[in-house]
């Protein structure tokens, strides 16, 4: 799935097209007794079109019923058209990634450790397949054995290539990756037709998407309305009988027969046709939107619960700092120049190519302004670090010897330095203190027998991610920082970043407590995790989202795999989440209040005719016409038209999703209420009355 793809929102018109069609597809009763609104829609029309042909058989004027039954069908395509075309940008992105299945052979390792040639997809789980440079991985697999390059870039988007390797949180390969490097053998991990990229492909067609409970619960709502409405229609030609005898022994007229066209009509009004055809959009839109961010949810369900997380487990490191200690300042012991410090420190560092080696070159470059120096001379040894000695140097052939300048942990700088003949000032040992109690690193530099003072190596905190936890505040969700560092050094970066809460030298058992005990108290609790012992947490998590790059563990145990592995996205998925949640909550406000305004276009121009005052055109009822329309069928077909158009124009905002802004609930409550409320209020009373204007104005009644 290319970047490219993942930017691109609209629709094309091939798109729209194949739309279409899908949405013609969907008339098969069996498709639309999912959506018991449009059934019902679709059974109303199927019900006009019986009369408009036996009317027509009968000789009579049908102009009306046909565009009454015209404009019912239109209300049930259109409710597939946005069902569809939600599906259709999911069909395009599992069509890019069908053509990522290449048909290989894999290279089979059998017990004798000999290699055989047999087609991947018939590989079974627990087998071995050997991958070197060039090859593709056949199947979803653990590396058991060796390192390599693999290229994900059929997967993520990624060109850069990463290294995947056998005993860490990094061993997990995806079937259709290639590698690029060196030779691993893979455990199988999935069976044939079940690959990280089958389910793939079903998710993002919407083939497994499940119903959450949230949408079943207001499929109930919905459906408890139209059978009630149902049932008020069926009664209602009796009743209305009852009424034009009442109306005649009170001395008025009564010519108040209702047609099946329009009773019909004031049914499919009634019923909350608006949110029962754009439903299951917005739950596909959603979906549709954690992949276009390269996000798999495994269910509907977890994107839902997204939007109802308070509570947010993050990792520090790559979350919430950079992930790599960086040189912050040089601190000279007593008697040395910051220069002579920032020299030996820089030398030290020139062939060190970690990222705190080249942070320390940068800061000396950066305060002062030293640079690099001809480090090809036979003279010059340098000296990498190792576990066993931490620490690394440089050791220079001179006239008069050998000078050695070594850069380390505190306490191994202070055991060479004694080695030499030197000492360790208590000056420098109140700096290390000093810089572990702030939450940074300190390392030592020393050359030959003398400490020449510390260098500050900090954990940076990533540029803008106080705010982003400020705005989960403001969203009413609490953060909870965790980590392995002891807790003074966990406090400081807590501070520094903003979260509310933090959880230090973190275990996995910790961690699986901490979200239990949350849970306990209420609250819905997400994470995110990658190696196998963040699998059990993740499995507890409401919302457990792994990263690609982790174990087969932990993407089996989270509900959501992040494929660019990008630690940060969690705060993303909850947004995604909430607007799903929004966009529901004021579609169907919308709708309900939509309905309301509805009944006062079509509820009086059908009963306008029940009470006629002897001598007038007019009845009582009359005045509940404060729309002004023209007659009672051009209200009746004005309410229809309305009905069927205002699903085509909220498809947009259905697939789009109502714009999120990080507030407390009870202001996006108001929000709501105020926009979608009174909006949905007022929109059919303009939009009634300018249809039944240009009704009228075509004498289409």
Known sequence: MSKKQDRKAGFDGDMLRQAFFDALRKFNPATLARNPVMFVTALGALVT?????????????????????????????????????????????????KKMRTHVHARLLKDDSSEMSVPADSLKKGQRVVCEAGDTIPADGEVVEGIASVDESAITGESAPVVRESGGDRSAVTGGTKVISDRIVVQVTSEAGDSFLDRMISMVEGASRQKTPNEIALGILLVALTLVFLVVI??????????????????????????????????????????????????????????????????????????????????????????????????????????????????SSLADETPEGRSIVVLAKETLNLRGRDVSSHHITFIPFTAITRMSGVDVQEEGGILSIRKGAADSVAEWVKEQGGFFPAEVRADVERISNLGGTPLVVAEGSEILGTIYLKDVVKGGIKERFAQLREMGIRTVMVTGDNPLT??????????????????????????????????????????????????????GVAMNSGTQAAREAGNMV???????????????????????????????????????????????????????????????????????????????????????????????????????????LRRNIFIYGFGGLIAPFIGIKLIDLLVNALHLV
């Open 562 to 668: 992040d494929l660019d592995s990008n630690p940060t996205k969690l705060i993303e998925i909850v947004e995604i989440g909430k607007q799903l949640l929004i966009t529901r909550g004021a579609l169907t406000t919308f709708s309900f209040a939509n309905d309301i305004a509805k009944y006062f276009a079509i509820i009086p121009a059908m009963f306008a005719g029940l009470f006629i005052v002897a001598g007038s055109s007019e009845g009582p009822l009359s005045a509940l016409n404060i729309m002004g329309l023209g007659s009672p069928e051009s209200a009746i077909l004005s309410a229809v038209i309305f009905n069927a158009l205002i699903i085509i124009v909220l498809i947009p905002l259905a697939l789009r999703g109502v714009r999120y802004r990080p507030s407390a609930a009870a202001a996006l």
């Open 234 to 347: 069926c009664t209602l030609p009796a009743m209305t009988g009852y009424l034009e005898g009442a109306a005649g022994s009170l001395g008025f007229g009564g010519s108040g027969h209702i047609s099946i066209p329009a009773l019909v009509s004031l049914l499919v009004c009634l019923i909350p046709t608006t949110i029962g055809g754009l439903l299951s959009a917005i739950g596909i839109s959603g979906i549709d939107r954690l992949v276009r961010r390269n996000v798999l949810a495994t269910s509907g369900r977890a994107v839902e619960a997204a939007g109802d997380i308070d509570v947010l487990l993050l990792d520090k490191t790559g979350t919430i700092t950079l992930g790599n200690r960086m040189a912050s300042e040089f601190v000279p012991a007593p008697g040395i120049s910051l220069e002579r410090l920032g020299d030996a420190a820089q030398f």
């Open 49 to 97: 079109t019986v009369v408009l042909f036996v009317d027509a058989a009968a000789g009579e004027n049908v102009a009306f019923t046909f565009q009454i039954t015209l404009w019912l069908w239109f209300t049930v395509l259109f409710a597939n058209f946005a069902e569809a075309l939600a599906e259709g940008r999911g069909k395009a992105q599992a069509d890019a990634l």
């Open 490 to 543: 966990a406090a400081s970066i807590a501070a520094e970043a903003g979260v509310d809460d933090f959880l230090a030298q973190a275990t996995p058992e910790m961690k699986l407590d901490r979200i239990r005990a949350e849970q306990a108290a209420g609250h819905l609790v997400a994470m995110t995790g990658d190696g196998t012992n963040d699998a059990p947490a993740l499995a507890q998590a409401d919302v």
